[in-house]
């Protein structure tokens, strides 16, 4: 990071060495919501947040924390502080610049943040520097202040709004289900997102088996339950042969999983479901998705949450570059809310890394229209 114009006053990355002073200085400047020593040095030892720091002679005059979704064009600023005795010099300006920089530096397409309703500086702050409100959340601070919502876009792109309602998955094994919910609600097909029918989704559409734990949901379960409520599905899958078997040791759980495959293949033949194209490439998705599909794709979580098991996410927006998500898991240890999750940004390239899971590879595709 480079210095500042200003000789006493220098701009740069935070280490751990810092933590001291980053205390002392949320203390100063919050009397609730603060975020802990050990939180603190969690951000500051990992590869998906960034804080930096303004120091003067003194020692530290202000930070800004961001957070970065891996594999997405989108960062979320998650904090902002300056020193009392600073406030009024443009230091908060100066950082809020310092953060958009090492954002777009990153090939992050839009900023986000979470400011209260009541501090009317910090929104003028955003306002000026051309952030935009997109949404308010009651009760999100512990005092009860609501929260405004507000985004920037970094890029000379627009970014489309999302038209379909989000939902976050609500147990680790119902990623599919959760984005199938979501297409059914934008086409018409249910009316209200829960759990209840969360879990009714996955109980259709189960392989039954994964290496451990519940059993994930397949592509032709999920289009065989989307065109039973009137949709019509497609399959796009290669191979084409079984799914997620690869960690499956066990020879009596291999059978099942087979054969319950095999049943919804037939059943979606049945249904007329077609399954003999291709998984699309992120720029051919994007037509589809332009001309009013969406789709559920099977991506590995190793770029996105560094894990390495399967999750489904709902591709439901584009623009000539990107592909925007909807991913249904909140990740980043409770910090992330379904702003960090919804309408995400995806280069095309970043996209079509992703969407493949397992060795050798599979590509898993479920394409969604109104019948």
Known sequence: MTSSTAPDLDMRLAGTSDLPELLRLENACFSGDRISRRSFRRFLESAGASCLVAEGEGGLLGYALLLFRSGTAMARLYSLAVDPAARGSGLSRRLLA?????????????????????????????????????????????????????????????APPSAVAYHSQTSDFTCGPACLMMALKHFGAVDTL???????????????????????????????????RG??????????????LSSVRDPDKRRVMEIVQDDYRSEAA?????????????????????????????????????????HWVLVQGQDPRHLFIHDPWLGYEGYETPQDAANLPIPFAEFDRMARWGKPPVRAQILLKKA
């Open 194 to 228: 829960d759990e209840r029918l969360e879990l009714r989704l996955w109980r259709e559409t189960t392989t039954i088996y994964l290496a451990s734990g519940h059993g994930g949901c397949g592509p032709f379960g999920m289009a065989v339950a989307a065109a039973r």
């Open 270 to 310: 049945g249904l007329g479901i077609d399954s003999s194209g291709e998984p699309l490439s992120a720029a051919d998705l994007a037509g589809a998705v332009a001309e009013g599909a969406l789709a559920i794709v099977l991506i590995s979580e190793y770029r996105m949450l560094g894990r390495r098991g399967p």
């Open 98 to 158: 310092a953060a958009e920089a090492d954002a777009f530096a990153r090939e992050r397409v839009l900023l986000r943040l979470e400011v209260r309703e009541d501090n009317a500086p910090a929104r003028a702050l955003y306002e000026r520097a051309g952030y935009r409100r997109y949404g308010r959340v009651a009760d999100y601070y512990e005092d009860g202040t609501a929260a405004i919502r507000m985004e920037k876009l970094l890029h000379d792109e627009a």
């Open 231 to 244: 949709l019509e599905a497609e399959v796009r899958l290669a191979p084409g042969g079984h799914l997620f």
